[in-house]
C-alpha cells in the first residue's frame, strides 16, 4: 500500500522544488533589473518587478511609472508646514481638477507610512478629455524637509491587479 503513494509524492516533491526554485530564481534576476528611481533631492522610490520608468524630470521634480494601463506619477515638492492634507488638496486643485472632468475626490483618510512619514491617502474617479473613466488614489506626505505626492491612476478597475505593488513602492519610498 506505501509503495503506491511513492511515485506520487515524488512528483509532488518535484513539482514543489522546480515551481519554489523558478519563482526564487525570477525574484532575484527582476528585483535588480530596475534600479532605484531618485525624484528630485527628497525622494527615492524603488520599481517593483515588471514596472517600468517612463519618465524623470528635474523640474518639477517628479517621475512617472508604469505597469500595463497603470501609471504612478511621483511628484517632489518644498516642505508644506500645513501638513500633507494641505499638499493632498493643492495638488486634487491643480492637477486632476484641471485634467478631468466630473472629478470625484473621496475623504482624505490619515496614515503613517512604513517609515513613520505622516501622510493622507484618497480615492478619486474622473473622465480624462478624450472620455475615458480613471480611477486613481493620491497619497501625499511630508516631512521637514519636503512634501510628495504619489498618483496612482488607470482605467477603471485596473489599480486593483497591482495593489500590492503600488502599496510596497509608496510605503517603502525614502522620504528626507
Known sequence: MVHRWVPVLIVVALIAL???????????????????????????????????????????????????????????????????????????????????????VATQDPTVLDNGVFAVRSAYVGITADGRSIEGVVVAATTDQAAVVFDASAPGGGIAVVADDLRAMVEHAVIH
Open 18 to 104: 522546480v515551481v519554489g526554485g523558478a519563482q526564487v530564481l525570477s525574484a532575484a534576476v527582476t528585483a535588480a533589473d530596475v534600479p532605484p528611481v531618485r525624484v528630485g533631492a527628497a525622494v527615492q522610490i524603488q520599481p517593483r518587478p515588471g514596472w517600468e520608468v517612463l519618465s524623470v524630470t528635474a523640474a518639477p521634480p517628479s517621475a512617472r511609472l508604469h505597469r500595463g494601463p497603470v501609471v504612478l506619477t511621483v511628484l517632489a515638492m518644498d516642505p508644506e508646514p500645513l501638513g500633507p492634507g494641505a499638499v493632498a488638496d493643492r495638488y486634487v486643485e491643480q492637477q486632476l481638477g484641471q485634467s478631468l472632468s466630473q472629478l470625484a
